[in-house]
């Protein structure tokens, strides 16, 4: 099992002067300890269940390009991306330029997108529910085709492209893999089992049961299920002296049993390095053998 990094609170101590240097220090030091990927989040303002929206929240592909120079090994993704925030040409576009500029290390991390307040905040498209999930699954098919070897016209209910040319193309062949955000039962785990590599799923009461859905949707498809690495978000606080250690790893032995391969989630006081210090020794060694 890996383990990885969310970057989802960037209101850090020292503010905004510091933010460059206090991302700096947090990345290479998870990236030393043993952490596998390293994610942000997608959003323009900060998240009610994190904090109030005026806390600071940097643009997404801009910070992965960041990460990727100052790290070498881990993984680099948005988690993830609202399918309707950006064209899906420019999606694969950026998605390429950090696949490129990190050695081959990028993910496309992509959902249908919730957050409707930051998005009629600064004028950001977002169409009803069933729209955003049909324009999901043709971001997901655009990119698809501008990873693959033609260069053909996309014809689309909702996005045309003339031409999709990608050059250069990501060097993570056959294509950057795509984890997909979401639960719902028929349309994103159907589109999980139909596109992507990867899955992220709620750690709560009903995970088991979503797996089973992602496994008749696989079925259906003639997918094999175990092609799918499947992730949960889950928050990894050791504690101050790691008296929260026992815990999280009961937890990851529970996911284990499931089939989960990676979890992935925000590390309290991050910004100290010591949680990430004492997670590398004590958690990530045993998660790697589960």
Not at 95 to 120: C, F, H, M, P, Q
Not at 179 to 193: P, S
Request: aromatic share 6%; with cysteine; proline share 7%.
């Amino acid at each position: 099992m890996d383990i990885g990094l969310h970057l989802a609170d960037l209101t850090f101590p020292a503010g905004a002067p510091g933010l460059a240097d206090d991302l700096t220090r947090i990345v290479m030091t998870a990236e030393d300890v043993g952490f596998a990927r390293i994610s942000v989040m997608d959003h323009v303002w900060q998240i009610g269940t994190i904090g109030p929206p005026e806390h600071d929240m940097l643009e997404a592909y801009t910070t992965l390009g960041f990460l990727a120079a100052r790290t070498s090994q881990v993984q680099l993704l948005a988690w993830v991306t609202a399918a309707t925030y950006r064209e899906p040409g420019m999606l694969a576009k950026l998605v390429s330029t950090v696949d490129v500029l990190s050695g081959g290390r990028a993910w496309l991390g992509i959902g249908a997108g919730w957050n409707a307040e930051e998005a009629r905040g600064l004028g950001l498209p977002f169409p009803p529910t069933a729209e955003r999930f049909e324009r999901l699954e043709e971001a997901l098919q655009i990119c698809l085709q501008m990873w693959g070897p033609a260069d053909g016209p996309y014809e689309g209910q909702h996005y045309r492209l003339e031409r999709t040319l990608n050059a250069p193309q990501s060097l993570r062949r056959p294509h950057p893999p795509i984890l997909i955000g979401g639960g719902g039962e028929r349309k994103t785990l159907r589109m999980v089992a139909q596109y992507a590599q990867a899955c992220n799923l709620f750690a709560n009461a009903d995970l088991e049961h979503k797996l089973d859905v992602l496994r008749e949707h696989c079925e259906a498809l003639g997918r094999p299920y175990d092609e799918i690495e499947k992730t949960v978000m889950f928050p990894l606080d050791p504690g101050e002296k790691g008296e929260n250690v026992d815990a999280i790893l009961e937890q990851l032995h529970r996911f284990a049993e499931l089939g989960i391969g990676e979890v992935h989630g925000r590390v309290a006081r991050v910004w100290e390095l010591e949680p990430l210090k004492l997670l590398g020794r004590e958690v990530v060694p045993i998660a790697a053998q589960l």
